[in-house]
Structures are given as structure tokens and as C-alpha cells.
């Protein structure tokens, strides 16, 4: 059963999650600034966006730009994957492809961990896209407890491109933030996603 088939109800049953959504997970984060190249490629896609309206023009006009100035961020010392197949648990429902994976590991040609952040692109629900990201986010978190690294969270993010959507799973307890961002807040969202690629995996 690929991710995409999880709703947000399912997800919370079949792997009996807590769902806390009253709290401000990242008031605290620093932007981070952008860079001149990404502040004009934005300029020029946001309208492209608006009118192909599909989840592959947000996923490659807009996410795809944002994860890259991420690795940019980082001097290229994490791996952002694309489209990959990420299958962990197929008795479990936990296979599929994902639209964005962001690891601590700089290698790009494999998969490897600590896989520390998801990424979903929705054409224009952010709603409908939480359990298809919560879904992925526990195959991370199996992912890396298989390779003995243990994270104390993992993070998530379901978007449109223009609005996003900050999780956070901690064991079985899944972290929705209370506030949405906007891609006018680029600066927000790449602290963000920098922040999640920051905290030190515990490795055993």
C-alpha cells in the first residue's frame, strides 16, 4: 500500500498516534536569508505556479528550488532526494515513492540515515496531504532506528508551495504546528527546514 493511501484518520489508527496541534513549534527559529538566485527564481515561477495549478509545477517550481538552497545552506553536506522509492515496511503499509526526502548524509546516491525531514507536495489541501506525510515520517523513523540512529524527532512538511505545514513526530506522539507559513515568508521556511537538519542524531 503505497503512503498516498494513508488519510489522516488511518494513520492515526493503525499506529495509534497522539496528535498534539495547539503548540508553536518554531517561534523561536531564525530565518535564514536567501540568496539573490532563489529570491529571482521565485519571482519568476510563483506566476507559473498559479497557472498550471498541478502538483508537479509546486513540486518543480517552487519545493525543488526551496530543498536545494536547504543543501546550499549546508555546503552541500545533506542529500535531498526526489520522486525516490522509499520502502521500509510493507506489512505495515509503510512503501512508495515520496516527493522530497532530506537526510543528514551527504551521499546522493543512496538512500542512507539519519533521514530526518519529509516533504509532500499538495496541489491545493494542505489537509489532505497529512497522512500521506505522517505515514512517511514513521518509515523514517523505522528507517533510521534499523541503522541504530536514533533522532529524538523527525520532521515533516506537507505544502502547496505558497502555504506550508510544520510537523513533528516524537515516538508516537505527532506534533502539528498551529501555524501555517507562506512562501512570502521564504526566509522562515528555510530556518525551518535548517533547524530540522540541525539537532544531532543519537547514534548507538
Same mark, same amino acid.
Given at each position: 500500500?503505497?503512503?498516498?493511501?494513508?488519510?489522516?484518520?488511518?494513520?492515526?489508527?493503525? $499506529?495509534?498516534?497522539?496528535?498534539?496541534?495547539?503548540?508553536?513549534?518554531?517561534?523561536?527559529?531564525?530565518?535564514?536569508?536567501?540568496?539573490?538566485?532563489? @529570491?529571482?527564481?521565485?519571482?519568476?515561477?510563483?506566476?507559473?505556479?498559479?497557472?498550471?495549478?498541478?502538483?508537479?509545477?509546486?513540486?518543480?517550481?517552487?519545493?525543488?528550488?526551496?530543498?536545494?538552497?536547504?543543501?546550499?545552506?549546508?555546503?552541500?553536506?545533506?542529500?535531498?532526494?526526489?520522486?525516490?522509492?522509499?520502502?521500509?515496511?510493507?506489512?505495515?503499509?509503510?512503501?512508495?515513492?515520496?516527493? $522530497?526526502?532530506?537526510?543528514?548524509?551527504?551521499?546522493?546516491?543512496?538512500?542512507?540515515?539519519?533521514?530526518? @525531514?519529509?516533504?509532500?507536495?499538495?496541489?491545493?489541501?494542505?489537509?489532505?496531504?497529512?497522512?500521506?506525510?505522517?505515514? @512517511?515520517?514513521?518509515?523514517?523513523?523505522? $528507517?533510521?532506528?534499523?541503522?541504530?540512529?536514533?533522532?529524538?524527532?523527525?520532521?515533516?512538511?506537507?505544502?502547496?508551495?505558497?502555504?506550508?505545514? $510544520?510537523?513533528?513526530?516524537?515516538?508516537?506522539?505527532?506534533?502539528?504546528?498551529?501555524?501555517?507559513?507562506?512562501?512570502?515568508?521564504?526566509?522562515?521556511?528555510?530556518?525551518?527546514?535548517?533547524?530540522?537538519?540541525?539537532?544531532?542524531?543519537?547514534?548507538?
Amino acid at each position: 500500500m503505497p503512503y498516498s493511501a494513508f488519510t489522516f484518520n488511518k494513520v492515526k489508527k493503525d $499506529f495509534n498516534l497522539t496528535v498534539i496541534e495547539n503548540q508553536d513549534l518554531f517561534s523561536d527559529v531564525q530565518a535564514v536569508a536567501s540568496t539573490e538566485y532563489l @529570491t529571482m527564481i521565485l519571482k519568476e515561477h510563483l506566476p507559473l505556479v498559479t497557472a498550471i495549478n498541478t502538483e508537479k509545477a509546486r513540486s518543480e517550481l517552487i519545493l525543488m528550488p526551496v530543498v536545494i538552497e536547504v543543501r546550499r545552506y549546508f555546503n552541500y553536506q545533506i542529500s535531498v532526494f526526489s520522486g525516490s522509492e522509499f520502502n521500509v515496511d510493507a506489512s505495515k503499509g509503510l512503501e512508495g515513492r515520496c516527493d $522530497f526526502i532530506l537526510s543528514r548524509s551527504p551521499e546522493q546516491y543512496d538512500i542512507t540515515s539519519p533521514v530526518m @525531514t519529509i516533504v509532500e507536495a499538495k496541489n491545493e489541501s494542505i489537509k489532505s496531504g497529512l497522512g500521506q506525510c505522517i505515514a @512517511t515520517m514513521i518509515a523514517a523513523q523505522l $528507517f533510521n532506528q534499523r541503522q541504530e540512529i536514533f533522532p529524538e524527532y523527525i520532521y515533516g512538511t506537507v505544502t502547496t508551495g505558497t502555504d506550508w505545514k $510544520f510537523l513533528k513526530l516524537c515516538g508516537r506522539t505527532i506534533f502539528i504546528d498551529k501555524n501555517d507559513y507562506f512562501i512570502k515568508e521564504v526566509e522562515k521556511i528555510l530556518g525551518i527546514l535548517a533547524t530540522t537538519l540541525t539537532l544531532t542524531p543519537e547514534i548507538l
